[in-house]
């Protein structure tokens, strides 16, 4: 299928529900995924989004202001993922034991509000990496519109594109919790570091990119394109302080750039 086909057999799909609790983070595949849902369903798609220490409050702020913008209806609701059992510990299952908590209180919230479904929105590329959580999302029932419909990282932001969805060229996100190498235990002031790591590096105008912590070394991953830019003396030494400032003792540059999932990579070296 091409990609308009994709489309459409996306909102044949989603039409097909009836009514569903979209789980939306404000990023590039959830905000796609809202929209083609609302634009198919109406107020039977609803917004339920988590307010949690895993992501920055302006991700938060930014999915408030889709949906205010679009007049959809958005639930918040707060979670502590510390809280889950064995979950600080980071395990290489971490991923399953948040998406089996987060996902069942959806379930709750779209039952409370007469929504049939759930969706999530993972796409066909989702499927090439280590994603213990969807393990969860397939053992609670959970529907991926995205996947149903072969739609690709690349399809869906060509398509945001042509809904005039200003995410189409956001960079991808994910979680905080993946900058931590599994086994290393995630606080709630590591995580901080992280956050304001990351915003610094976004407020310098480095786009896509990660702050990976191992321990208390700090891993900066960005792309070759931008190798040039952050050496140069100002930049670097603005970096360099201001992490040192954080509580991180070393700060690195990767020369792997960035990539999703390196985090990942460890599983395969290890026996």
Request: with cysteine.
């Amino acid at each position: 299928m091409n990609i308009h086909e994709k489309y459409n057999a996306l909102r044949e799909y989603i039409s097909s529900l009836g009514s569903a609790a979209i789980a939306f983070s404000g990023g590039v595949d959830s905000t796609f995924l809202l929209k083609v849902s609302h634009d198919v369903l109406g107020n039977k798609a609803m917004a339920v989004t988590v307010s949690s220490c895993l992501f920055p409050e302006r991700e938060l702020n930014e999915s408030k202001h889709f949906c205010e913008s679009n007049h959809i209806n958005q639930i918040i609701f707060d979670v502590d993922e510390l809280s889950i059992e064995g979950f600080r510990d980071n395990p290489k299952n971490r991923c399953y034991l948040c998406k089996r908590a987060l996902f069942t209180k959806i379930k709750e919230i779209a039952h409370e509000h007469e929504l049939e479904h759930v969706t999530e929105g993972s796409n066909l590329d989702d499927m090439k990496d280590y994603r213990p959580g969807m393990k969860a999302i397939d053992e609670l029932g959970i529907k991926s519109p995205l996947r149903v419909a072969g739609l690709t990282k690349a399809d869906i932001r060509e398509l945001s594109r042509e809904l005039g969805l200003n995410t189409w060229d956001k960079p991808s996100y994910a979680c905080l919790a993946s900058r931590f190498v599994y086994g290393e235990r995630i606080t709630y002031e590591k995580l901080r570091m992280i956050e304001h790591a990351e915003g610094l590096l976004l407020s310098m105008g480095f786009r896509q990119m990660r702050v990976r912590i191992h321990g208390d070394i700090a891993r900066i991953e960005i792309m070759p394109e931008d190798f040039s830019r952050i050496i140069q003396n100002d930049i670097r030494t603005k970096i360099y302080d201001s992490l040192k400032a954080l509580g991180f003792s070393y700060v690195t540059l990767d020369l792997s750039g960035y990539r999703t999932g390196s985090m990942n990579e460890s599983l395969h070296e290890r026996p």
